[in-house]
Every structure is written in C-alpha cells, then in structure tokens.
C-alpha cells in the first residue's frame, strides 16, 4: 500500500510539473503583452518597460521559467499584473467560493442522480425512464450560460424567489472566516440569516453546475444498475427471498457504484474547470471568474496559478477515488 | 426515513420561500445608492492606473485641483479656487482652497500637491504620460502653504486638460505605509489616502466595493446634507442580462452594461430612466497606411466612399452620431469637414480605378474585438458594400491584447482594424496627436499615419498659449487629416446607464470614460 501511495505521489508530481510546463509555454507564446495592457492606452515605451521590469517580464523565457518553477516549490507562484497581488493570496481568497459551489453542486448530482438512475434502472422502459431520459439528455446538451440565465430570468425576476447573483445580499458581511464557506461559517458562528441568505444564492448557481454531472451519474448509474440487476447473485439473492429494496439498495448499489465512483471523480475536476461560464453568469467570486478575468488581461501568472490548482485537485480526487475503488471492491486491495 | 424526507424538502422549500422584494439598502437613515458596473476595481491608486470603473472610485475618492464637469465639459476649479498662466504657456501658477482637508483631517496644502504630482512621475505609470514629457519634478515649486507653481520645460498650453486627472494623495499617509521605497504603492492598493466626498469601507475585489460618505465633506454636498447618500456600493455584475434583472427587482439603482436591445427595451419600462449622451467616443476603421493594399491612397479612399454611414449609426438602434471630422463633435475646436466622404458609389469606383487595384479582385482582413458584437456587424456591413467593388472582406474577430499587440507595428497591423478611441482631455491635442508619428505603436495609431506637415502643426499648436492662435491650427489639421483618409470616419455611439427613475443627480460629462459616472451628486429620492 504505501509503495502504491508513493508511485502515485511521484507521478503526481512529474504530472503536475508537466502541466506547468505546457502552460508556461502556452501562456508565453500567445500574443499580447500584458505590460503594455496595465501601462494604459496612453503609457509611452518607458512605462511600459517600468511595468515589464517590476514583474520580470523583461527576462528571457528560460529566466522566467527558472524563476517561476523556483517560486513554485517555495509556495509563491508570482504577483498578478493586473491586482498587483500575490496569486497565493488571490486563490486563497477565491477558491473556498469555488468549493462551496461545487461541493453543493456535486451533492446534487448525486443527491438526484444516484436515486433517479437506481429508479430508471429498476423500472426500465417505464414513463419514469423515459423522463429521466430526457431530464439526463438535456442536462448535457444545455449550455450552462444559457440555462443560468434562464434560471435567473424566471425564478429571480419573474417569480423573485432567488437572487439574482453574488453569495450574500449587499449590505451583509460575510461571516467571520472559519473554513471562508460561507455555508459551514454561518452555521458555526449561529448567523441563521447569513446561512438563509449564503443557501438561497447557491441554489441557482449550484444546480446549473450541478446539471450535466447529474445527468452524466445518472445514465452511468443505470446503465451499471441495469447489469448488475441480471446477476447471478441478485438472481439468488431474489431466490433466497430477501426484500427487492435491500438487494438493490444495498446489494446492488454498492457494485454498480464502481464505475460511478469514477465518473464522479472525473466530474469534480470537470466542475472546478468548468465553474468559469456559471461564476461569469453569477458573479460567483470564485477561480473560475478569477482566471477569466486574469486571461483577459493577458494576465498569465493568475491563470497558470489556477491551472495548477485544479490540476492538483483533479489529480487528487482521483487519487483518493483509486483508494475507495480498494475499498468497495476488495478484490482490487490484494491486487 | 421517510418523515426525514419530508423535513427536509419542508425545510428547504422554507427557506427558498420568495424573497421580499428588494428595498433600498440603507445604513441608518441614509440610503446606500447601488451601481452595477460590468468591470472590476483592482487597484485605486490615482497614480499607478486608471479605466473607467478605477476613475470613477478615484474621482470619488480624491480631489483634484480642478475638474471637468458638464456638458460640453468645462473645466472648474476644485481644489484650486483660481489658476493662471505665463503667456507662453509655461508656468502655471494654482491657488488653493483654504478649508480643503483630507479623510484623516490633514490639510490639503501646496506641499500636498507638489508630493503628489512629484509621486506621478517617478512611479512612471497611470497618468505619467500626460506631463511627463514637459514636466520634471524639479520643476514643481512651493510657493506658500496654499501657492503652487509648475515651471514647464517648454511650453504647453494643454497642461490644464490634465489637472483634473492628478489627484492629490496625502504625503503624512503615503509615506507612513512606504515598503521598500515604493510610495505606498502596496497600500494604495485598496486604501486610499484623499480628500474626495466618499471614504472606503468594504472592498471585496471581484464581488463589491463600497464606499461611505465623508460626512464633512469640505465641499459640502450639492444635493444638500439632508438628501446625500449614506454611501455607494459598485457591485459587479458582468453579464447584461444580469445587470437588467439586477435593476428590474431593484437590486441596482443604476446600470452601465445592457446591450443596446436592452437599452432600448427597458427604457418603456415604468420605473426606469434611461440616459442617452453622445459621448467622445469615436468608432474608426483604421487602415494600414504604411504596408498593403491599403496604402494605395486611391484604394483607402474608394473605402470610405463604398461604405454605408448610416448603417454605423442603425448598428447602435439611432443612438449614435455619425462622426464630421477626425475630432469628436464635443471637442474644443472641432470643426465640420465637409469633404469627409459620404456613401457614393460612383466616386468610389472612380477612385478604385485610380488605385492599383482598378478591378478590386483582392482581399482584405479586418480585425474587431471578439465579443463586440456592434464592430462584428460593421464588419458584416463593409463586406457587404466592398463586394461591390469586388473587394472580399475577411471579418475576424481577435481578443483585444492580441488586436493590440498585431496593430502596433507597421508590418503586423491588419488592412483595417476597428478602433473605439476615448480622449480623456478636451483640448484638441489629445485627438490630434493620435495622428502624430510619435503615436506609432499605440492602439489608436493603428494607421500608421504619417505626414510631415500634419506632425508640423500639432507640435506647434501645443506650444501657443492663447486658443485664438491654436483654433486655426486645428482646423487645418483636421482637414489634412481627411484628405490623407488614414481611416474610416465612423460613429459616436451614445453612452448610455439605465437607473430607477427615484435616483436624482445624475449628471453626463461627455470627457468621462465610458461607464463613468460622477457619483458625488447622486441622490435617492424616495421614502
């Protein structure tokens, strides 16, 4: 096990460093000079150049890469051009937003598609799958800007429900920073209102997030159930006269989980990237707007910064998913 | 299990239960005036950046010693109650204000201003570019505790159209947050060290910004003590639609961001006031004038007679005005060009034949920021007018740092870029020197324009103290300028905001960027 652990960890690092690598270069190639965009319209050669000096964009591209690697594993990974800010600072403060949406996101999903899949699997061919069916297309074939603004159209101005953006109402603090989720952080310091307000405007954001992951844990929840369902030990266990909720709650469930568990480990790191068209249509403060905002300002150290953020994360999930496969099929721990 | 299903759906349907409808924020008695504006703050230092949403917090901010105000903008004293100047236009003397103090109760003294101005130019950023050129901080001299005197290197009779946008910082605060010898560069950040009518309170960077009235206000209020707001919060919101919800439900009592459609829509909505200002905003499609077809003369000019104007002004549902010189219309000095070519067909063939290309038979690239959509559909109208004369146009659209970065240089710059341009002054020099050589390399000199007697002109108008001699100068300018048809003349597009009709004061000054909005007068009239 702690061979397993340590390989993965090796190649957790070389995977990362290579994602660096390929951004840096990306970044470095596109066009644009973000010097000249901070200076102003306006600023002369020399401005520019006082601006390119401060932010060492005056070096060659080894330089800066030496540079930037260096700062990484010190934990600095640069000042933004545009904040003037350090990156490290920046993500620490955007990226319990982006968490708390997609861990609210992901409840849904699974919260939904778990059940609803289980159901269309058990009742195949019926009307209920045949809604889910439909429920699971369109949740993919949506565009995510299009189904929020649809979203903020009708339940925060036609019925005024919800709200239309942000994670609090504007003239209330954010509560005290415990974990910077605001959800956790009202409950923790009894602020019943702040956590009234924190849930209903992550409501919208968190299902439009949530809605092709639901749909994708659904149809792959079914199509497992569904094979499962003809096994031969649900056929016994059918035989055997045990309850049809137990076998397929537990004995069922548990097998068709598997292929789940991945594609919700996929899907998490799909939903911290992706996070960016329902932050840009919420103004959700987190990562997701950050980077954009950052990349339309050629402003490359705050993008690299998040790159390597998700990609941590991503790798990391599925890291942890490779562990509890070992746990739900013991077959894989001898291995 | 089932009874904890039901509690929770219970609760949970509890607590989405319709929200009231959305009063005004309020601090006390005071009302909190909300601005939704599409673009971030990141930085309010008044001497290391500027756009239009970081001028609209320093201008709320600071002080400065004059300001533009009204329409046609006027400069008025502000901190300064009176100025004058040499008649070379050299030396310019200002006399301060005597009651004018800072947040932390400091006066605002002629030390103050000298710091500040001297602090500009060494940082070498954000407004530097304005004066830097003529003025040195050596030059800067305290002439009493309220007496401050620029000494120029050469003369500059423009220097006034940019005081209003060298805000002055208070040295006691500045220089008690240096790190590192860098003028409180870290600090100014997100703090601020002025004197304007607003003080920062919260400041949440790519969520809100909210400022509190400076309750003694040295200036007093213009919408009177009683009516002043107990503050405003700039909040971000990115997307037009967003915003329109946001002023529908009255989230936001003024918008800056809706689509020109929205504008249109919303502005017969009972509650909701649209403001419609022509601006100083100029739209242009520059050509290449050093490299390409486009530097055929002929060519550019069977251009600019193929195309159809009022299709530039439909792009914008009517709320433009079509442009009559190089300078926009609210410019000091403008003046009607009546040669600037209007839609003729037959003229337009007349100058093709003269061009090296007689048949058309050839391509051209024309390059607009991706996601402006109104540049998008003027670049549909010129490929659909120069079919006509077998010219195929190639619209493509590029993100703006690149657009930049490809028009910066002769050999790179496309046949024809669209280009929004917004002087920030309202003497004519800010216009005129777009076509000077030495613009070269900045986005608004995309043409690469060069003729020696224009660049002859602008420099001497400059340097001429009275406006009687310089009126002339411009006028010719500008009539060189259309001659040698280094672009398209296009449109001004009107600046629009959307606000709920209880909001008062709004007041539009075209030399404001777009979006800006002065909120010192703003006030909220209702109960």
Not at chain 1, 250 to 277: E, Q
Not at chain 2, 273 to 288: D, E, L, R, W
Request: hydrophobic fraction near 45%; aromatic fraction near 12%.
């Amino acid at each position: 096990m702690v061979l397993f652990v340590g390989k993965r960890l090796v190649l957790f690092g070389f995977m990362l460093l290579g994602l660096l690598t390929i951004m840096f270069l990306i970044t470095n190639v596109a066009p644009g000079d973000p010097a000249k965009l901070m200076a102003g319209q306006n600023a002369t050669q020399d401005m520019v150049e006082t601006i390119r000096r401060e932010y060492g964009l005056d070096k060659s591209l080894p330089e800066q890469y030496a540079v930037y690697i260096g700062g990484v594993l010190r934990g600095d990974l640069g000042r933004s051009i545009v904040s003037t800010k350090p990156v490290v600072e920046e993500l620490l403060r955007y990226f319990p937003a982006t968490f708390e949406l997609v861990l609210v996101a992901m409840g849904l999903g699974i919260l939904i598609g778990v059940p609803f899949g289980m159901l269309s699997a058990v009742y195949r061919d019926s009307w209920i799958d045949h809604a889910t069916r439909i429920f699971s297309v369109s949740g993919v074939a949506l565009p995510a800007f299009w189904f929020g603004l649809l979203l903020q159209l009708y339940f925060a101005v036609h019925l005024e429900w919800l709200p239309v953006s942000g994670r609090l109402e504007l003239i209330t603090p954010p509560p005290e920073p415990l974990t910077r989720l605001y959800l956790i952080d009202s409950l923790l310091r009894g602020e019943f209102d702040t956590f009234r307000e924190a849930f209903q405007h992550i409501i919208l954001p968190a299902l439009v997030l949530s809605f092709p992951c639901l749909a994708s844990i659904l149809r792959v929840n079914r199509a497992e159930m569904l094979e499962v369902l003809q096994s031969d030990y649900i056929v016994a266990a059918r035989a055997n006269g045990i309850p049809a909720f137990r076998i397929i709650t537990v004995y069922a469930l548990k097998n068709a989980m598997l292929p789940t568990l991945a594609i919700i480990g996929l899907r998490f790191g799909w939903m911290l990237g992706s996070t960016v068209l329902v932050e840009t249509v919420f103004d959700w403060p987190g990562i997701g707007l950050y980077a954009v905002q950052s990349a339309l300002y050629s402003d490359f150290k705050p993008v690299l910064g998040v790159t390597l953020l998700i990609g941590f994360c991503f790798i990391f999930i599925n890291f942890l998913i490779d562990l509890a496969y070992g746990w739900l099929d013991p077959r894989l721990r001898t291995q | 299990m089932k009874k904890i299903v039901m509690l929770g759906l219970a609760a949970a349907l509890l607590s989405t239960a319709a929200l009231p409808a959305a009063a005004f924020e309020r601090v006390g008695d005071r009302k909190v005036i909300v601005f939704g504006g599409r673009q971030q703050v990141p930085v309010i230092d008044p001497h290391v950046r500027y756009d239009w949403s970081i001028r609209m917090m320093q201008q709320s901010l600071y002080d400065a010693m004059a300001k533009y105000n009204g329409n046609p903008a006027k400069i008025e004293p502000w901190l300064a109650q009176k100025w004058e100047s040499s008649p070379d236009a050299k030396t310019w003397t200002f006399h301060l204000v005597k009651n004018a103090k800072f947040h932390n109760g400091d006066p605002v003294d002629a030390e103050a201003v000298r710091y500040s101005f001297e602090r500009g130019l060494k940082l070498n950023k954000g407004v530097a570019w304005m004066l830097k050129d003529v003025l040195d901080p050596s030059g800067i001299e305290v002439v009493d505790a309220h007496t401050v005197r620029f000494n120029l290197k050469s003369s500059y009779a423009p220097f006034i159209s940019w005081i209003p946008w060298w805000y002055i910082v208070n040295p006691k605060q500045v220089k008690a947050n240096e790190v590192d010898g860098d003028y409180g560069q870290k600090w100014l950040t997100e703090n601020a060290a002025g004197s304007g009518p607003f003080k920062t309170k919260r400041w949440e960077q790519n969520v809100l910004y909210e400022l509190v009235a400076a309750d003694d206000y040295w200036k007093g209020w213009p919408q009177g003590e009683k009516n002043r707001p107990a503050g405003i919060i700039y909040k971000i919101i990115r997307e037009p639609a967003a915003q329109k919800a946001a002023l529908q439900r009255g989230e936001a009592d003024i918008v800056e961001g809706l689509t020109p459609d929205d504008y249109d829509q919303i502005k017969s909505t009972k509650g909701i006031v649209v403001q419609s200002h022509a601006g100083m905003t100029t739209f242009g499609i520059k050509f290449n004038t050093q490299t390409g077809p486009t530097k055929d003369i002929n060519l550019r000019k069977a251009i600019a007679y193929a195309v159809d104007y009022d299709s530039f002004v439909k792009v914008y549902n009517g709320a433009a005005i079509l442009e009559t010189s190089p300078f926009p219309q609210g410019m000091q000095g403008h003046v009607d060009v009546p040669e600037r070519p209007k839609q003729d067909l037959a003229k337009a063939k007349e100058y093709l034949a003269k061009s090296a290309y007689p048949n058309g038979g050839i391509e051209l690239d024309y390059y607009h920021v991706a996601g402006l959509e109104e540049a998008r559909r003027i670049g549909l109208v010129l490929l659909d007018n120069l079919s006509k004369l077998n010219i195929k146009v190639n619209v493509t659209p590029e993100q703006w740092p690149n657009m930049v970065a490809k028009g910066s240089k002769p050999d790179t710059a496309p046949n024809m870029t669209s280009v929004y341009v917004t002087p920030i002054s309202t003497d004519p020099d800010a216009v005129a020197y777009q076509y000077h050589r030495n613009a070269w390399g900045q986005y608004f000199a995309m043409s690469h324009y060069d003729n020696a007697d224009v660049n002859a002109l602008i420099d001497k108008a400059r340097t001429l103290g009275k406006w009687e001699e310089r009126a002339p100068l411009y006028a010719e300018i500008q009539k060189k300028i259309v001659a040698d048809q280094p672009e398209v003349f296009g449109m001004i597009q009107n600046r629009r905001w959307a606000h709920r009709d209880y909001l008062k004061g709004f007041a539009f000054s075209p030399v404001r960027f777009t979006g800006e909005v002065d909120l010192y007068p703003l006030w909220i009239d209702a109960k």
